[in-house]
């Protein structure tokens, strides 16, 4: 059974930092693409970054170089770090995992996390 686990989300000012990170078990994590998602009130599940199997990886251009995300295959985790954070950033953010490559596209990520809260104040 596919099982991911959000952590690390909180409440910061604007300009604070704050890591995520995403627990998976019950798949071959190190062949799987990875990748966080966000969702405000406002808008649908919009992606922010993803990272391959190669860690090649992508980013949201409202992120672009305030965040950066990793993955470690041996603890089978997920990380995005994110610094001067904006309280645009605010919102609940998922980890979501597909087999293969990578996608920008909500709808082809197959596993879920639960999500974490990130609020960010002004």
């Known amino acids: 059974q596919v099982q991911l686990v959000e952590s690390g989300g909180g409440s910061v000012q604007t300009g604070g930092s704050l890591r995520l990170s995403c627990a998976a078990s019950g798949y071959s994590y190190s062949t799987y693409c990875m990748a966080w998602f966000r969702q405000t009130p406002d808008n649908e599940r919009e992606p922010v970054a993803y990272i391959t199997t190669n860690t090649v990886t992508r980013y949201a251009d409202s992120v672009k170089g305030r965040f950066a995300i990793s993955r470690d295959d041996a603890k089978r985790s997920l990380y995005l770090e994110m610094n001067s954070l904006k309280p645009e950033d605010t919102g609940i953010y998922y980890c979501?995992?597909?087999?293969?490559?990578?996608?920008?596209?909500?709808?082809?990520?197959?596993?879920w996390g639960r999500g974490t809260q990130v609020t960010v104040s002004s």
């Open positions: 979501a995992t597909r087999s293969g490559s990578c996608a920008w596209v909500r709808q082809w990520y197959t596993y």
